[in-house]
């Protein structure tokens, strides 16, 4: 079993269309849940975090962690063309180490 | 405010050639981290360098071998090239305010004929 796991897609929706975008992980040790952003030919760029269980909300970004299940969502209201992109979910051990990156989720918000 | 940046963007070399990676962390930042991203998968984890001293290592073989200078600025060598090692190599930087929040550079292009 991989340690991170995403669905790689591709995911079409619409302009407009709530997103849920998933990540399933391994290890019980991660603590901290990153979700970042990478636009074709960048770098990926950091979106949000959150630590341990429970919700955190950043406009019209929502992410999700439960430790219970191993499970991470991040949600996208009100979707744009320009949330078009691929969405990494990585999450990491307490004290910083095991920097693992799910292979990340391919988005397009069709106008 | 600079961010992260890289150089060079692109490079080709041939098999069983070497080549240095560098990087400047965004101001401020202390720690830099090495990633290989291959076509269509995330980010693997190759290093992670601190106050000049290799501080974590990804399952990575001893051929790629880094380097982190008193400005906090970094490189990263490969030896030996492979065909297998052509990918955009990413750094990140990170610094004492928020280690987890790594801020990624552009990355630079290998390509491995």
């Known amino acids: 079993q991989k340690e991170v796991e995403q669905d790689p897609g591709p995911l079409s929706v619409p302009e407009g269309a709530i997103v849920s975008l998933n990540c399933t992980y391994s290890?019980?040790?991660?603590?901290?849940f990153m979700w970042y952003r990478q636009y074709s030919r960048k770098g990926p760029e950091l979106l949000m975090y959150t630590y341990s269980s429970g919700n955190k909300e950043d406009g019209r970004f929502t992410a999700q962690v439960d430790k219970s299940s191993k499970y991470i969502s991040l949600f996208i209201r009100d979707s744009q063309p320009s949330d078009s992109a691929t969405y990494l979910c990585?999450?990491?051990?307490?004290?910083?180490?095991?920097?693992?990156f799910g292979p990340g989720t391919r988005l397009s918000v069709l106008p | 405010d600079a961010g992260v940046t890289q150089s060079p963007t692109h490079l080709i070399k041939t098999r069983g050639q070497q080549v240095t990676l560098r990087c400047s962390p965004k101001s401020g930042h202390d720690t830099v981290s090495w990633y290989q991203q291959a076509l269509g998968q995330g980010p693997q984890f190759i290093f992670q360098?601190?106050?000049?001293?290799?501080?974590q290592r990804g399952n990575f073989p001893d051929r790629f071998s880094g380097h982190q200078f008193p400005n906090y600025s970094s490189e990263l060598n490969v030896n030996a090239l492979l065909l297998g090692d052509s990918a955009l190599y990413l750094c990140?930087?990170?610094?004492?305010?928020?280690?987890?929040?790594?801020?990624f550079g552009p990355g630079t292009r290998l390509t491995v004929l």
């Open positions: 290890n019980s040790a991660f603590q901290y």
């Open positions: 990585a999450p990491i051990g307490p004290y910083g180490q095991n920097f693992v």
């Open positions: 990140a930087s990170s610094g004492p305010e928020g280690l987890y929040e790594q801020f």
């Open positions: 360098y601190y106050e000049e001293e290799e501080r």
